[in-house]
Each structure stands twice: as structure tokens, then as C-alpha cells.
């Protein structure tokens, strides 16, 4: 029992205040940090800025880290709710932010876009290899692992254990500190070049390639909204009176389709 006149509930408090002061403040106009309002809450594309993504990508990664010392911090004995469940619900507002830009960034984007998800992915690249070779985390989903057959576990759960341990396995925390350091710096480069290979794939994509056709007869077979497209894209290209077709797959894949004429396709 405290003898003070300062009570527990009081202290309690001060020392709430003093670490409120401390932690950076969320900016609550960023929707990645609110529950979204939309309906089946499907993310608010029209809300979400490019200046939204890195911070909530940036507070995701640090409270899934948080999310995982509770895990390896507890001194319990390692089971699936306080080990498999509980990593298993970790980094939600990461999952939250990095598949809505990633998804954006696949089939909306542009050149600021490209240069975020540049900066963005050797965070995330980091972020994994440290969870992935935590040796902690995987000595406890290693724990659950060799018991599960004397856990209960329904079949779904049972799956879900082997498939982590798999994971963390497959991912090298099993090897030897020297091993799993030159897997980190392979892990680095692999996610920049698949990055740039997307870039590049998109580049040829968009910008590299376009089918001119100045003969109508050409056309025979397509619709006609299809032909319209082709001649706008025409028209915004200064060749007004003649079609573009492009990789683009509105425009490639109804060529492919319905287009008579065999050597074109």
C-alpha cells in the first residue's frame, strides 16, 4: 500500500500524460488510421492521398513490431492463441495501407507513385526479414508446431500452425547468423529488381508500343465502341482520322477477340 497522498489512480495518470506527450500524434485526416465508412468498408479511394501512404505504412510497420514483442515477451507457455492467433491478427493497419498502394500502384499509377513505392519497399522488404528471422517469434510457432498433435486443434488451426512454421522455415530462420545475413541482402536486391521489372513491364506496356491502323477496312470485326476508343486514342496522339491499338488490354484483348484480320492480330 502506497503511503503518499498521491494516489495509484493519479499516478497512473501522470505517467499517461508524460508518454501521451512523448508519442507523435496520428493525423486523423489520413483514412488509413480510421475505420473507413464506406460501404462493406472498401478503402475511400477518393479520400486517399499520395501523402497518406508512407506514414501509415511507417506506423504499420512499428505497431506490428510492437504487436510481435508482446508475443515474444510473454512468459506463458507458447500455444496457438497467445503465438499462432496472435501473429497471425498482427500489422492490420500495415496490411491496411500496402495493399491498397501496391494494388493502386499496379493498376493506377505514375511516376510519384513509382518513386513512393521505391522508397516504400525496402522498408517493407526490412520490416519482413526481421520478422522472419526473429529467432524468438519462430522459437515459439516452432513450440506450438511440435505439440500440435496433443493441442486440440480443429483442422483448420492445425493448418494454419503448419503453414507458418513452413513459412518461417522456407523464409531461413533456421540458418546460421551468417547465412541469414547474406539472405537479407539477397532478399533486398530480389525486391528492388522485381520492383524495377514491374516498372520497366509497364513502361513497354504504356509507352512503348502502339499499332497505328489508316485503312477502315482494317477494322472489320470490332465493335464499334472499340473502334471509337482506338480513334480517340488516335485523335489525343495527333492522328486524327486513324486508330491506335496498344498493349493496354481494353485495347489489345478485343483486337485479339474480334478483329478479322489475321495478320494484324
Known sequence: MFKSGISIIAIAL?????????????DMSNPFFSEYKTPHQVPPFNEIKMEHYLPAI?????????????????????????????????????KKASYVFFNQNSAN????????AREI????????????????LFAKVKAVY??????????????????YFQDFERNGA?????????????????????????ENTLAETNKNFKMVIDNEADLKGLPADVIAAAAELAKNDSLEGKWIFT??????????????????R
Do not use: W
Open 109 to 116: 499509377t505514375n511516376d510519384e507513385m513509382q518513386a513512393l
Open 247 to 264: 498493349l493496354q488490354k481494353p485495347s489489345m484483348i478485343p483486337f485479339l477477340q474480334y478483329a478479322e484480320n489475321r495478320e494484324l
Open 58 to 94: 511507417e506506423e504499420g510497420i512499428s505497431e506490428q513490431v510492437a504487436e510481435i514483442k508482446v508475443i515474444t515477451d510473454n512468459k506463458e507457455e507458447a500455444n496457438f492463441d497467445n503465438t499462432i492467433l496472435a501473429f497471425d491478427l498482427s500489422g492490420d493497419l500495415l
Open 14 to 26: 501522470i505517467f499517461s500524460a508524460c508518454n501521451t506527450s512523448k508519442a507523435p500524434q496520428k
Open 121 to 136: 519497399t525496402p522498408k517493407l522488404t526490412t520490416h519482413s526479414n526481421n520478422i522472419m528471422l526473429n529467432k524468438e
Open 174 to 198: 533456421n540458418l546460421s547468423d551468417e547465412k541469414q545475413a547474406e539472405l537479407r541482402k539477397l532478399n533486398d536486391e530480389l525486391s528492388m529488381l522485381e520492383l524495377k521489372f514491374g
Open 146 to 163: 511440435e505439440k500440435r498433435n496433443e493441442l486440440n486443434l480443429d483442422a483448420e488451426q492445425l493448418r494454419v500452425v503448419e503453414k
